[in-house]
């Protein structure tokens, strides 16, 4: 059974920088494309970032590219997003998901997933 846990949100001032993990564990992160959603009080969750099985691809929203780094060490099951410059719109519930099927990273949160994340905060405030 796949199981992820995110962990690292928190609060920061606006133009801070996070680091959010995505730990993996009943799948070899390897054969699994991981994608990072947020949802924000009142909205619908939005896809911002994915990372391929393969390592080929990698995937931004608009609204985070250039300023968000998704990236991935297999050897330790874990994939991380890099968050730069946050602005108080990036503040949501950030989730990692898991989808052995998405070699291209154009699954959407309508397609199947094997596993979701509890999701971690991240708050940007002054």
């Known amino acids: 059974q796949v199981q992820l846990v995110e962990s690292g949100g928190g609060l920061v001032q606006p133009g801070g920088s996070l680091r959010l993990s995505c730990v993996a564990s009943g799948v070899t992160l390897s054969s699994t494309t991981i994608h990072w959603f947020r949802q924000a009080p009142g909205q619908e969750r939005e896809g911002i970032s994915c990372?391929?099985?393969?390592?080929?691809?990698?995937r931004y929203a608009t609204s985070v590219a250039g300023r968000f780094t998704i990236s991935r060490d297999n050897a330790k099951n874990t994939v991380y997003l890099q968050m730069s410059n946050l602005k108080p719109e990036d503040t949501a519930t950030y989730y990692c998901a898991a989808n052995h099927l998405d070699d291209f990273c154009q699954a959407n949160r309508t397609s199947h997933w094997d596993a979701w994340g509890q999701g971690t905060l991240v708050t940007v405030a002054s």
């Open positions: 990372s391929s099985s393969n390592s080929i691809f990698t």
